[in-house]
Each structure stands twice: as structure tokens, then as C-alpha cells.
């Protein structure tokens, strides 16, 4: 599903952010990508959704080469990606239901398919009763669960997370992890940044660890 | 395809309702420039008016210094009618001139008591036909007049019609720069204004994005709201400017001019106000264009 070939990504001469990295991550597979501040995490998941370009290398997501396509085909590129992140990028005086319905607005879904998705998405994270509020009436845990559902609510072939927890207390954590698992088990690619080791050492999965752009471990727990 | 543009409308317009003072802001500047742009291109209008009309009234007056004997007068008449340019030629006699000079004086005539009715000199009033009431070609007709009335004085308001006519020029010229100058300061202060807008939106343009909006998608609805701010603008300046051209322009002219009735200052026709309004729309358009294209990086 997601494949990097050398790939390397510098901003300037003396400053690297990934060093000829090479990995592959297979259909329906849930990855965490550790690392500590600075080690890479982002820049790999940037490059995932194409708002960065390597530098050097490609990248091919469900076998499209996406370090060549046109400005004009990342729309429909992210259509296939669903991305979450540590401050949740809600729009505050949006409600919960007009936030997850966005991403279906602006794929151009009818009206009538908007509303229905919208509202399994939102049972799915179990926030179905809270269709009308705005997400600073919610809580941490809860507007990363609206983030989640804006994710999922197109069916995304990958799902890409930045420090989806950084912000939660372990209880809320876990029951964020809980819907990544869920959607790991529908089949979506799970790729998931964390410098948190108590997240994936209480859900195991294959661990692929950065430092200073580089790939320097890549774990495959025998269980999985 | 309805569906989408029925959520582009009802986007442009929550996104106005969202951000009135951005959107006042942006409606406010585009009617202050078109209101600027319009009024001074009614000034240049109306003053062309004036010049045009002033041709059309030009008169060539012969001033008789010393009385012709009667003979002399009938032949230098009769000459000058057979011209292929004069319409009609009234003689007027120096009691005759008195006579509307003292109708002229209206209540002050009193202060022509004992002043004698032959003091004015007589004139040749030569009135031209349509086609050649106009400079050009004067200078032939003038040459002629003088060898028919040589010795004579012949007056046509040659010299204050010429600097009007540069004066004119030189508005036209000005308001063409000016009117480009302030379109574009215009433009330039409606994009910043409309970028204003859009920065307080850079949360919403970056995750449209990000959830795989195409740029067409994104841009779609601010264009439609800069249109729709700038049907505003062009309307509130069409109103501006008829409350400016009521209340002021025409006030002005009537206070300056003695006989108001005889010249009736110009307003927008129907075709000019659909360009202002329309003008507002394009500028509306442009300016969030060249904003959009700043900001919207996929």
C-alpha cells in the first residue's frame, strides 16, 4: 500500500529532516513510527499525504508515484488518505456535524449520502448525540474523536495519525487507539506517529522507529 | 451540478454572515473606490457637456466701429448671407444694442440714465448652420469675413473656446489616469482587504485541503462571495453617487450658474449604472482572485 524507495528530505544543506529511507508497509497493516522530537515522524507522514515532496526518492501510495503527480491530482490522492493529528484541525465554530461533513462536501457527495455517512461516522466514535454542539463545548478526547470520524467518514484506503493521543490522558488514549483498532480491523493501513512507548507497548504492532531521519529498528511483533 | 452550486451560494453567504465586519469592510472599500472612480467620470462627462454645447452656440459677431453708410451696410449683408456656412445675419443697431443691454441690467438699468443710445457700436450677428458650428474650418470663414468686413472688428470667442478646449483635454487626460489609478489602488486595497478575510479562513482553507478539496472546490465560493460583495459595493456606490450628484454636483451648478434651467447636469444612464454595478462585481472577482491565488496552496 505505501512504498518509500531512498527517500530523502532536506530543507536546507546542512539540515536533513529523512535520510534515504526505504520501507514498505503492506495493505491493512498497522504501523506505529516512533521516534523522539525532531527524529522525523511528521515529515514522513507530510510526504505521505504529498504536502511535502522528497527531496530525493519516491513514494508510491496504492501503486500511484505520488513524487510525480500534478498539484491537480493531490485532491483526489488525499480522497484515499485520511489524516489525523495532535490539535485536531476542527473549525471551532463549526458543529460537530458540519466538521465531519466537510470532507464529504468537499469531495462533492450528495447531500442526502453527506447526512448519512456523517451520522455513522459519529455513532462509530459515539458522538451521534452530539451533532449540534461546536467542538470547544467537548472535550480533549472528544474533538480528537470528531477528527477521527472526519478521517474515516470517506472510507480512506490509509489512515495517518500524528501524535493522535499527545494531548489525551492515558483512559482517553486508549479509547482513541481502540478506533484506530476498529478501523485497522475494517481493513484500513494504519500508520500512526508516536514518541509515546506506552502506546505500542500496550497495543503491539509492528514498530518502525526513526532517528535523525533514519530507519534504525523495524519491529514485527511475533503475536500479530 | 445544481446541488454544488446551490452549497456554493449558501457557503459564500454563511462564510459573509460569519465575518460581517470582514465582509463590511470589503463591501465599504469596493463602494468608496467605484464612488470615486464614478464621480469624477461624471465631472469629465458633464464638462464635456458644457464644451460641446458652447460650440454649438458659437456666434460670429462683427462689431461695426464706424457706421457703414446704408449702402455699404446692405452689400456687406448681402455678401456675407451668400457664405455657404451662414444661416442668417441680423443687423443690430447701436439703439438696438442699448436696448438689450439695458434689458440685460434688468433692475440696475437705472444706472444707464443719461447715458446716449448710440454709445454701443453696431454689430453683424452671424448665426452658422449646424454642420459648421464648430472650430474647424472656422479660420477659412473668418479669413473671408475680414475682406468682406475689413476694418471691422469680428469677435467669436476663438481664444477662451481654445483654452476651454485644452482645459478639457487635459480633465480627460487626468481622469483617465486618475480613473486607472484609483481602479487599481482600488483593486489593490479590495485584494488585501478580501486577504484579510482569508487569513482569518486559513484554518478552513487548510483542512478543505486536507480532506481532498479540489482547488476549484475551494476557490468557487470565495470568488462567489467577492462577486457578491462586489454587487454590493457597485450597488451602495450607485447610491452614493446619486445622492452625491443630488445633493451636491447639482447644487453646485445651480449656485454657479444663472440660468440653471438652461444646462442640465448629466447623471449614469441605465447602460453606465449596469457597468458601475457590474464593474463592483469584476472587482469583487479580481480582487479575490489575486488573494486566492496567495494563499490556496495545495
Redesign the interface.
Known sequence: MIQLFNVTKSYRKDSVALKDLSLEIGKGEFVYVAGASGAGKTTLLRML?AAEKPSRGQILIDGQNITRIG??K??????KIG?VFQDY???N?RSVYENVA??L????K??YEVSKKVYQALKEVGLEHRLNRTPLELSGGEQQRIAIA?ALV?DPLILLADEPSGNLDQAVATEIMGLFRRANARGTTVVLATHDPGLYKRFPRRLISLDGGQVVSDYRPDTV | MLDKMRYFIMRALRNMRQWPFLCAASVLTMAVALTMVATFFLVVVNVEQLTQRWSKDLQVVVYLDRAPAPSALTQMVSSIREMAEVAQVIHVTPAEAMAQFRQRLGENAALLQGVDNDILPGSLEIALHAQYQQRDGMDQLLARLKTVAAGHDIHYGQDWLERFESFVSVLRLTGLALGGFLLFAALFIVSNTIRLTFYARRDELEIMALVGATERFIKTPFLLEGALQGLFGGLLALLALTLIFKGILVEIVHSLWVTPAAFSLLFLNGHQQLILVFGGVLLGVFGSLTSLKKLIQI
Open positions: 499525504y498539484r491537480q493531490i485532491p483526489y490522492l488525499r480522497r489524516v484541525k476542527l473549525l465554530s466537510f470532507a462536501e468537499a469531495q462533492g450528495k447531500r472526519r470517506v
